[in-house]
């Protein structure tokens, strides 16, 4: 009886004993925060997750890369223009020379229910002569803007039609919108010797607001937005994203966040079918849309 009890008390103060010396081990090795460097590879530690999915917009074919809600300052990121190839039996009736599809890379944004559009078009050009060409011919910057609770009317504008703000496939430009104050946007776009640079004045965008951010490539339709893409041969082939990032400050510094597949829900709409995608790299992408499956 006596010994039966001896080895119970024993093992009882092996047990304290242990527990003593985890507690005392846990306490003596304490979690090690990543690095700024390393949070910004990764994940920050408050970042907010993208959705799983989203719903897609009728209207278009268009690849999106949507940021989560979260306390983003804008998205940037460098890409190789694509080529256009027309469905030569969609021409638009009202503009002789054109067509119905067209394409656009862009990037943009939401904060506070005001969305932004904001990149590059395939657009008609100013002639040498002064006359505007009936083909879209190049790539030329835009910015769209949907009206906002303060009062602040839609609006959408266009670069000059210069050559100076004119851009061409295959052509690497690097892109950018950057909250650089409260309800102000600066839009850059810059390469091949050329550079266009825009403040845009949106009331919904503040550094204390969440906002969600996105880069996007289409094939937009004439007059379709809303109702169901429309079935095309054209093709939008051959752009190539090298990087994307996200800006965000921290500790007081604006740092570039690559936006890699665990920082935007993926959106390929009408349906997957439609494009050819490879990633690479960080945070690169290549894309080709096909109107026809």
Not at 148 to 177: C, D, F, R
Not at 179 to 208: H, N, R, W
Not at 261 to 268: E, H, L, V, W, Y
Request: a positive charge.
């Amino acid at each position: 009886m006596k010994t039966s009890h001896l080895i119970q008390i024993y093992a009882l103060s092996s047990m304290i004993f242990l527990a003593s010396c985890t507690e005392s081990n846990s306490q003596s090795k304490p979690v090690v925060k990543a690095s700024i460097e390393e949070q910004v590879k990764t994940k920050f530690e408050k970042e907010i997750l993208p959705a799983p999915s989203s719903p897609c917009f009728a209207g278009a074919y268009y690849r999106k890369a949507y940021s989560s809600k979260d306390f983003w300052l804008g998205i940037g990121g460098t890409v190789t223009l694509p080529v256009l190839t027309y469905d030569l039996s969609r021409i638009n009736p009202n503009k002789p020379g054109a067509y119905l599809d067209n394409a656009s890379v862009y990037l943009g944004g939401n904060s506070d229910d005001q969305e932004t559009d904001i990149g590059l078009t395939w657009e008609v050009i100013r002639e040498a002569d002064g006359s505007v060409s009936k083909e879209h011919k190049a790539f030329r910057p835009f910015l769209r803007r949907t009206g906002y609770k303060s009062g602040q009317t839609a609006l959408y504008m266009n670069a000059p039609a210069e050559h100076a703000y004119y851009w061409y496939p295959g052509e690497t430009v690097t892109i950018s919108i950057q909250l650089i104050e409260s309800k102000k946007l600066k839009f850059i776009v810059e390469g091949a010797g050329k550079k266009y640079e825009q403040i845009f004045d949106v009331d919904g965008y503040e550094p204390t607001f969440m906002a969600q951010y996105k880069r996007v490539n289409a094939i937009d339709q004439v007059a379709n937005e809303g109702k169901p893409a429309q079935p095309t041969t054209a093709k939008v082939t051959g752009a190539k994203w090298t990087e994307t990032f996200l800006y965000r400050s921290v500790n007081g510094n604006v740092v570039k966040a690559p936006m890699h597949a665990k920082r935007f829900t993926d959106m390929q709409c009408p349906a997957k079918s439609y494009f050819n995608l490879k990633t690479f790299g960080e945070s690169g992408e290549s894309i080709d849309i096909f109107g026809s499956k």
